[in-house]
């Protein structure tokens, strides 16, 4: 069965950092694309950033890009969000989807998703 | 950045009716368009990718059906378990963008 679990959320200062860790199982994780996608309160989702299987080619939304970065370890089957100069406006539940598609095109949706974890930036 | 737009924002229908939720993007994303399911509390599950092809384990009852700026995701009759935030998605232009949802609600 394929599973995502996300991990490293919490409280955070205005200005800090964090490190988002999202450990998958299930499938052979180094020939997936993989995103991370945030929900701030009561909102609707935000497409955060992405990543290739590979780890060469990263994407980021212009609302994070400069102050987070996305990477992987295939040989740990785990993902990453590295956060930093954290802002109110980050603080959300943070989901990693696993991507399927056409991956050498780019063109892949999100068919699987972990629970989220739950950053908030407040002082 | 392509702007997806989903309307209404909140539908009233009564169990064993049909749903029409419509989203439309600023610009040709072709057909790589997919929809998603979210109850509270939970993550997103994938309805509809393609434009039209339903993911594994998804109701016949969801169809998805639309190309290029205009796409249609109908639920033919209502079941309690459909009551939920829709959320349409491109995934042929970076950066990857969402409609604001649909909320499906009982009327």
């Known amino acids: 069965e394929v599973q995502l679990e996300e991990s490293g959320g919490g409280l955070v200062q205005p200005g800090g950092s964090l490190r988002l860790s999202c450990a998958a199982s299930?499938?052979?994780?180094?020939?997936?694309?993989m995103s991370w996608v945030r929900q701030a309160p009561g909102k609707g989702l935000e497409w955060v950033s992405a990543i290739s299987g590979n780890g060469v080619s990263t994407y980021y939304a212009d609302s994070v890009k400069g102050r987070f970065t996305i990477s992987r370890d295939n040989s740990k089957n785990t993902l990453y969000l590295q956060m930093n100069s954290l802002r109110a406006e980050d603080t959300a539940v943070y989901y990693c989807?696993?991507?399927?598609?056409?991956?050498?095109?780019?063109?892949?949706?999100?068919?699987?998703w972990g629970k989220g974890t739950t950053v908030t930036v407040s002082s | 950045e392509i702007v997806m737009t989903q309307s209404p924002a909140t539908l009233s229908v009564s169990p064993g009716e049909r749903a029409t939720l419509s989203c439309r993007a600023s610009q040709s994303v072709s057909s790589n368009l997919a929809w998603y399911q979210q109850k509270p509390g939970q993550a997103p599950r994938l309805l509809i990718y393609?434009?039209?092809t339903r993911a594994t384990a998804i109701p016949a009852r969801f169809s998805g059906s639309g190309s290029g700026t205009e796409f249609t995701l109908t639920i033919s009759s209502l079941q309690s378990e459909d009551f939920a935030v829709y959320y349409c998605q491109q995934y042929n232009n970076w950066p990857r963008t969402f409609g604001q949802g649909t909320k499906v609600e009982i009327k």
């Open positions: 989807a696993k991507g399927e598609g056409i991956a050498v095109a780019g063109k892949y949706y999100m068919d699987v």
């Open positions: 393609g434009a039209s």
């Open positions: 299930g499938f052979t994780f180094s020939n997936y694309a």
